[in-house]
């Protein structure tokens, strides 16, 4: 299937492939959904309205396929020499072409993703202007929606020593036009969401950088941003994607319960919320569930980028996702938090650089799909069945007597607690946290 078409033809990208519908779980056509099937509702409602899916344009249409040791292998027609825009808008076509047939009911970008940069910073504006009326057009042509808009505040070199932290001020002002840009892209276009990736918000080393400073920078930067989305009245929601390396060593935006300090520090805490990466979870030691878990029991819980890493490789390998009891777990937390509100699942996730073919993309996000829609399935029983959050309730239980009660009110003091227990003689003994048979009941339920 690979394509010698010219940048500007309007042909199908994919003509072999016709839009991709649920077929249930005996089909043997490896480009259907098994599980995904939209209108079925669980819990109450359908699985549409729990995935709120994106495809995300920067891994699945803008990377050539290149690595740290080579070249793109991916030859796409939009690649290469050619005119910039011309590029962008055959891009464009193509993306929502295989929007419209994988059915999402949504996507993300970040500006340079959808426009070339230019030659200068006035160029990229411009060609930005240029391509979401390009975009607005083929969203109301398909019907497919924003889950979030973002701006790339990392790839030109001006950003080497980061954006807003940057020592610096011209970079700071640079990358608040981009973001001015993208947001209000996000409010043109309806966008449920709008995101801030850290990118090169972090350091290597503190001989050159002064950490404390660069934290007030970010902190000032996050400020003018929410004022300017009130600014324009744009409704959704912003959030700050947490990722503990990579590019930089240390990144800021560590993990959710450092970004919650960071929106504390800077009176943001009702402002933002967090997008959370399943690879960037597990990049900072923790478990996706437990990021998403953190996030829901402060208030934060946005919106999810969906993928997977490798516990061999120590870096964002952003696979797509296929473990059943990775996705199960989060769809636990998530749905017990009442799931995601205007958030979604946004595949952020790349192809391995041998899968070629313009209908690996298929394979990967049919995969990704049907991995939710089955790990959606497996917490809903989790949810029905009710027997592990009855198991959590009662392992807290002594919590509802007269002494946790008296506790958690402020009606005591540590020397009062300290003589209670010298008084009672009070001697609690170990109890079971029955971990191995709540693990073997989850297996019952796939
Ligand atoms: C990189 C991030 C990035 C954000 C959007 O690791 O995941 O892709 O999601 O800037
Ligand atoms: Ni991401
Ligand atoms: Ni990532």
Redo the contacts with the bound molecule.
């Keep these: 299937m690979t394509r010698t078409l010219e940048p500007s033809s309007t042909d199908p990208f994919f003509p072999e492939i016709e839009s991709v519908r649920f077929a249930g779980p005996d089909t043997d056509d490896p480009l259907a959904y098994r599980y995904y099937d939209a209108d079925r509702i669980v819990l109450g409602r359908s699985m549409r309205d729990h995935l709120r899916f994106a495809v ?1 344009y ?2 699945s249409f803008c990377w050539p396929g290149d690595d740290v040791f080579g070249e793109g292998v991916f030859a796409r027609p939009w690649h290469g020499a050619g005119d910039p825009l011309a590029q962008a808008e055959r891009k464009l076509e193509v993306a929502f072409e295989f929007f419209s047939k994988i059915g999402a009911p949504f996507y993300t970008f ?1 500006d340079r993703d959808l426009a070339p940069e230019g030659a200068s910073l006035a160029e990229g504006h411009e060609n930005l202007a240029h391509m979401l009326d390009r975009a607005e057009a083929a969203m109301d042509r398909t019907g497919v929606g924003l889950l979030w808009s ?1 701006a ?1 505040l990392f790839g030109h070199p001006r950003y080497a020593a980061g954006a807003a932290t940057n020592p610096d001020p011209d970079v700071f002002a640079c990358a608040a036009l981009q973001v001015r840009d993208a947001l209000e892209a996000a409010h043109r276009l309806g966008g449920a969401n709008y ?1 801030l ?1 850290g ?1 090169r918000e972090g350091y290597d080393t503190l001989l050159n950088t002064d950490l404390a400073r660069e934290n007030r920078q970010l902190g000032r930067f996050m400020n003018l941003v929410v004022e300017h989305k009130h600014k324009i009245g744009f409704e959704g929601a912003i959030l700050i ?1 947490p ?1 503990p390396m ?1 590019p930089t060593k240390h990144q800021y935006d560590f993990d959710a319960a450092a970004v919650h300090a960071f929106l504390q520090e800077h009176g943001l805490e009702n402002e933002i919320r967090l ?1 959370i ?1 399943v ?2 979870a597990t990049l900072a030691g923790h478990s996706f569930q437990h990021e998403i878990a953190y996030a829901a029991a402060h208030g934060l819980l946005g919106s999810l ?1 969906i993928n997977r890493g490798d516990p061999q490789l120590g870096w ?1 390998t ?1 696979q797509f996702p296929n473990s059943l009891e990775e996705v199960s777990l989060a769809w636990y937390a998530l749905l017990q938090a009442g799931g995601l509100g205007s958030g979604g699942f ?1 595949f ?1 996730a790349k192809l391995r650089r041998q899968s070629v073919e313009p209908v690996d993309l298929f394979h990967a996000h049919v995969g990704g799909v049907d991995i939710l829609a089955r790990g959606l399935l497996v917490a809903a029983a989790m949810i029905e069945d009710g027997a592990i959050a009855e198991h959590v309730e009662q392992r807290y239980a002594a919590w509802g007597g007269d002494l946790g009660r008296s506790i958690l009110a402020g009606d005591t003091d540590l020397a009062a607690l300290a003589d209670l227990a010298l008084d009672r003689k009070l001697d609690p003994k170990p109890v079971s946290g029955r971990q191995e048979a709540l693990e073997n009941r989850i297996n019952r339920y796939r």
């Design positions: 995300c920067w891994h970040h973002t790339n995101v990736w990118g994607e990722k990579e997008n990466e690879n960037h980028d964002d952003d946004n952020d």
